[in-house]
């Protein structure tokens, strides 16, 4: 059974910052919870033996040239931005550190 | 607890994660220009950004060759095996500093593996460090935490982000735990992270200053009672932005542990961030081995599969190892043990190497950097590489060999460089400090001496040659100093006898 209760999506969005209705998180803790539940039913059939996937078609070496190409202006980075101060993103204080 | 009395009772572990920024000219995963970029200028927050960066909906990363080949060039320098196949993974945690939740590094395929790095102590006993694992990952932005009465986390009412640095392609490279290093864990570790810097700069991957964050070191230390056996808990301390404060935070740490441990109490397993202005560290987050980053293989990158030709191409382009370098150049400069360790010691050997590049002779470049430099960067608690270029320490040397200043003089021009007034001939001409060389400047200025000295005078005309100190004293200081004081003495004994 999965472990995603409406608690824990609550949680996760307070993270994310993402406001979520009683309604959504309802219905998020059921489609969540289903994923995980068929993730778990994988885990179940993948054995030690079987190599992990990271990516459906077997390729690799895929790299870009070291030259620098078009940037964002200020205006474009921040318009998406809740908050920022004109140059800056502006977030609530959160208790933690950098990585 | 006093140093020697924690060593006494306890043996110090130490593990150092060391991040090194590569100077590509675009970031890690995307072609936005890489602010750690060599010969980069700092630029406005958030103008070095492009959607991948901010992981917006639709953008996907595309790792950057020149990085990767970085990567391994710095992988085969530290003696390690380059990963046939090398995967990204992500690393997920909630924090604003990268705005995708997550942070692309490798986890179970690094790029590198199984190395050693050769470290010199400053009495010549060399010291194998062995390394993990050296893997890729990106840097992540900038915050600023405003409000609050301190400017840090604690209190803080909001915090800026500048994703600039987000992005920026990193190598952190792991050590294997290292016991053995007893009293001297401090400086091999600080000896640790300057042969660390070396090779970085001998491969010529990035401009590797700390006080940029180039290069910077989380440093992990644990105690051991004697005779136990056991391994302590250990703490990690960030934050450690200078080779200096490399060795005084291990000893801090150290002597703090071990007060804590002799006392009945326990080591809680946390980063601990060193303060430079104070001297200690204080308690961060607290950290177990069981934080859960939910590592997984990146669905957006696909593996990195260098090929032996690549890997031998990188091989054969490494540069001589630093440490043979070494011994190159003490011979080339013809220094003895005790000059070469002094340049060593002061972790000055590129300074001094530059500076001779730049056609200074190697017994001036020495004195300069190790003596008046290193003296300024002391009192000022910062390197002697942050003060002043190569270069301009060579066109110093060059004024004072042509004449044109005196040592004393070119002490007052090396501090209007260091204070930024432009190149020491700026500085010369700004100050009006060269050497008076005219001769009937200073004739003028000894017959006034003598003149005023008749006793000295009759002195020096009966072989009394020491006593025309006096007038030498009474000329330079009518010179202001500048004059040459021992082309001042020859004129002396020329005008007595006249």
Known sequence: ?99 | MDFDKALELFEPVLGFEVHVELGTATKMFSDAPNPAAFGAVAAEPNTQITPVDLGLPGSLPVVNEQAVRYSISLGLALGCSIAESSRFARKNYFYPDLAKNYQISQFDEPIAYDGSVEVELSDGRSFTIEIERAHMEEDAGKLTHVGGATGRIQGAEYSLVDYNRAGVPLVEIVTKMITGAEKDAPELAKAYVSAIRDIVVALGISEARMERGNLRCDANISLSPRGSGTLGTRTETKNVNSLRSVERAIRYEIQRQAAILAAGGTIIQETRHWHEDTGVTSAGRPKSDADDYRYFPEPDLLPVVPGAALIEELRAALPEAPSLRRRRLKEAWGFTDLEFQDVLNSNLLVEVEQTVAEGASPAQARKWWTGEIARVANEREVEPGSLVSPEHVSELIALIESGDLTDRLARQVLEGVIAGEGAPHHVVDARGLKVVSDDGALIAAIDEALAAQPDVLEKIRDGKVQAAGAVIGAVMKAMRGQADAARVRELVLERAQQ
């Open chain 1, 1 to 99: 059974m999965s472990e995603i209760t409406p608690d824990v999506v609550r949680h996760l969005a307070g993270l994310a910052r993402i406001a979520l209705t009683e309604s959504e998180v309802a219905s998020l803790t059921g489609e969540l919870g289903s994923i995980v539940d068929n993730i778990a039913k994988v885990s179940e059939v993948a054995t030690p033996d079987v190599e992990g996937t990271s990516h459906p078609i077997p390729l690799q070496n895929v790299f870009r040239a070291d030259i620098p190409g078009v940037t964002l202006t200020t205006e474009q980075a921040l318009a998406g931005a809740p908050d920022h101060d004109g140059s800056r993103f502006r977030v609530t204080a959160i208790l933690g550190e950098e990585q």
